[in-house]
């Protein structure tokens, strides 16, 4: 294959795995971070097959597997009460647990490893049809191909024109990494399984729900769920101890842990774009499709769509590489807006608080192998 150079704005999940997967494909790839330094500012991330196989693809099980975890069971509680007790792995489901800064590393020394070269302090305003990004500095660089990975205020989408909708939920949520503080929550519940993901949902009297994630034997991942109109749930950098700790007595000490951390609220919302092509131009993450948190998949469908995304563009003749990214998008953007639908429901709905939640379509994506030749045989029409 003849030389083939893309350039990716934004050097977060989607960036770095459409870099790698490009890379080990025979391009040279160039990524471009605005920040001073590479780093992953998030708290914790869920990761199912979608994203577990693009791992593996890349031959990262292992070091993935170092600093991370598969929890027993996925528990779901209303109001304190155990409404189910599921174990996703025993049902077919692969997933792991992990920091987002850890996967971070692991994917962006991955990535300098197979040759690309990641330019930081360069800030990318624009890029066009034909194949050139515009830098802040005024420059602009051409390419084969051009990647937006960067994020739900895209500047590469919006220099193109490209439109959306926007849809809101009443909801938003405040994300921390704590320590684990095991044993002081044992103290507390003794007959807690404290290994497991636990969904602490409570309606009444308020709404104030908390995702338990530990992420590693060290680590735990907290998300605090609480309605955008509720000032104190919602309150932010501080988070209001006394109320959520009266909430969830049993949380205490690791919610003290988060008191002592500068937190941002964000409000779930879905961004539909008209089209993730333009020309040369293929928009990834969360500058396409932004979602609701609900089925942890905001990360695994970045990363399964830059992994198709390459695998697409390597497959094609340069000169045909806009048809090849209408014809990506046409076969692999259902999937992520399936998922993005049933996200937003669960996020209007709350029907998570319902628990049983790995059953029939609701793991479609979760079960999605885009390094799989056969993927599309059985697709949801």
């Not at 070091?63 to 929890?71: D, L, N």
């Not at 969830?248 to 961004?271: C, D, S």
């Not at 995304?309 to 045909?320: I, N, P, Q, Y």
């Not at 259902?334 to 209007?348: E, H, I, K, L, V």
Request: net charge negative; glycine share 8%; charged share 25%.
């Amino acid at each position: 294959m003849t030389s083939r150079h893309a350039e990716i704005s934004g050097a977060g999940f989607a960036g770095l795995t459409a870099a790698i997967a490009l890379a080990q494909r025979g391009w040279s790839v160039r990524v471009h971070e605005k920040g001073e330094s590479l780093r992953e500012q998030g708290a914790g991330i869920v990761l199912w097959q979608n994203t577990l196989s693009v791992l593996d693809a890349f031959g990262l099980s292992d070091e993935i597997a170092e600093r991370s975890m598969v929890p027993p069971f996925y528990e779901t509680r209303m109001q304190n009460t155990i409404v189910s007790d599921e174990d996703p792995l025993a049902l077919g489901i692969p997933w792991r647990t992990m920091t987002r800064p850890f996967l971070h590393s692991v994917l962006s020394k991955a990535a300098k490893g197979a040759g690309v070269e990641i330019a930081t302090d360069s800030e990318v305003v624009g890029a066009t049809g034909a194949g050139a990004l515009k830098l802040a500095d005024g420059s602009e660089i051409e390419a084969d191909l051009i990647v937006g990975a960067d994020g739900v205020a895209s500047p590469t989408r919006d220099s193109l024109g490209i439109g959306y909708d926007r849809w809101h939920a009443k909801d938003g949520i405040t994300r921390f990494l704590v320590p684990r503080r095991k044993e002081d929550l044992q103290k507390i519940e003794p007959d807690t399984e404290w290994d497991n993901v636990i969904d602490f949902w409570n309606l009444e009297p308020r709404v104030l729900r908390v995702l338990y994630t530990p992420a590693n034997a060290e680590e735990l991942y907290i998300a605090l769920m609480a309605p955008a109109d509720d000032a104190e749930g919602s309150a932010v950098p501080t988070i209001n101890l006394r109320v959520w700790t009266s909430i969830h007595p049993q949380l205490t000490p690791v919610l003290e842990e988060a008191a002592k951390i500068e937190g941002k609220y964000f409000r779930y919302q879905t961004n539909r774009l008209e089209t993730w092509t333009k020309g040369r131009v293929a928009l990834i993450g969360d500058a396409a499709h932004a979602m609701a948190p609900a089925l942890a998949q905001g990360g695994g469908c970045a990363m399964m769509n830059a992994y198709t995304l390459a695998e697409a563009v390597s497959a094609a003749e340069v000169g045909d590489l806009p048809d090849a990214l209408t014809e990506w998008e046409r076969i692999e953007r259902p999937y992520t807006d399936r998922c993005q639908d049933r996200s937003q429901n669960f996020a209007d709905t709350r029907g998570m608080a319902q628990g049983g939640q790995f059953v029939g379509e609701s793991n479609e994506t979760a079960l999605y192998d885009p390094t799989d030749p056969h993927r599309h045989d059985h697709a949801i029409a």
